[in-house]
C-alpha cells in the first residue's frame, strides 16, 4: 500500500524567497506523481504532472522533480509571491494502476509573507 | 465556462437523511471521480467511474452509491447519514484513467 507524506505541514516564507516542498512515497513503482495547490474552501487546481519515465517538470516558477529510488519529489517555487499562499499536496499512482489508485499526502500549507 | 462543476456547494441534514450530489464537466473526460476529504485534509477516493466501469474504494460503506447517467455526470447519493459522513465531497475527472485530474470545488457536508 502506498503512503505519501510531506514535511513540514505548515511552512511561512518571506515574499520573493525560493522555496522547496517536499514529497515522499513508500512505494518506488509509481506510474506518475502530480503536484496540487488548494486555496482555503476551494477545490484542487493541477500544477505540475510528472511521469514515472521523468525526472522533472517545469511550469513558469515551478519546478518539480523526482526520484523514485528515493521515493522522493520536490516542488521548488522561485521568487514566491503572496499567491503563492495556498496548501500543497502531491499525490502518487502506483504502476499498473491509474487514478483509482492515486494517493494523496497531507499537504504543506504555505504562507508568504509581504 | 466551470470545468467540473458539482451542487450544491453546502448541505445541511439530519442524522438518517438520504441525499445527493451532482456532478457535471465540460471537459468532454470519460473518467469521472468522488474524493472526501475529512476535517484533518486528508483526501481519499471513494469511487471512478471509467466508460461504466466503476470502482470502488473497499472501504466506502455501501450507503454510499455513485451514479452515472452519461459521461459527464457522476452524481452521488448517500443513504441513512451518519455524523461520520460530515466531510468535504470533491468530484474530479480526467481524460482516461491516467491523466491529469480536474477537481471541482466540492461540496461541504454537515450531518446534525
Known amino acids: 500500500k502506498q503512503e505519501v507524506t510531506q514535511i513540514p505541514a505548515a511552512l511561512s516564507v518571506p515574499e520573493g524567497e525560493n522555496l522547496v516542498l517536499n514529497c515522499s512515497f513508500t512505494?518506488?513503482?509509481?506510474?506518475?506523481l502530480q503536484w496540487f495547490r488548494q486555496d482555503p474552501g476551494k477545490g484542487l487546481t493541477s500544477l505540475l504532472l510528472?511521469?514515472?519515465?521523468?525526472r522533472e517538470q517545469t511550469s513558469g516558477r515551478l519546478n518539480a522533480s523526482l526520484d523514485k529510488s528515493s521515493g522522493r519529489s520536490t516542488l521548488y517555487i522561485a521568487a514566491s509571491q503572496p499567491g503563492d499562499s495556498a496548501t500543497y499536496l502531491c499525490?502518487?499512482?502506483?504502476?499498473?494502476?491509474?487514478?483509482?489508485?492515486?494517493?494523496f499526502g497531507t499537504g504543506t500549507r504555505l504562507t508568504i509573507i509581504p | 465556462d466551470t470545468a467540473v462543476s458539482q451542487t450544491p456547494k453546502y448541505l445541511v441534514t439530519q442524522m438518517g437523511n438520504d441525499k445527493s450530489i451532482k456532478c457535471e464537466q465540460n471537459?468532454?473526460?470519460?473518467?469521472m471521480y468522488w474524493y472526501k476529504q475529512d476535517s484533518k485534509k486528508f483526501l481519499k477516493i471513494m469511487f471512478s467511474?471509467?466508460?461504466?466501469?466503476?470502482?470502488i474504494n473497499e472501504t466506502v460503506p455501501n450507503r454510499f452509491s455513485p451514479k452515472s447517467p452519461d459521461k459527464a455526470h457522476l452524481n452521488l447519493h448517500i443513504n441513512s447519514l451518519e455524523l461520520g459522513d460530515s466531510a468535504v465531497y470533491f468530484c474530479?475527472?480526467?481524460?482516461?484513467?491516467?491523466?491529469?485530474?480536474?477537481f471541482g470545488e466540492g461540496s461541504r457536508l454537515t450531518v446534525l
Open positions: 512505494d518506488s513503482a509509481i506510474y506518475n
Open positions: 510528472i511521469q514515472s519515465s521523468q
Open positions: 471537459l468532454g473526460h470519460d473518467t
Open positions: 474530479a475527472s480526467s481524460r482516461g484513467p491516467v491523466g491529469e485530474l480536474f
Open positions: 467511474y471509467n466508460n461504466k466501469e466503476l470502482i
Open positions: 499525490a502518487s499512482s502506483i504502476s499498473n494502476f491509474g487514478n483509482e489508485k492515486l494517493t
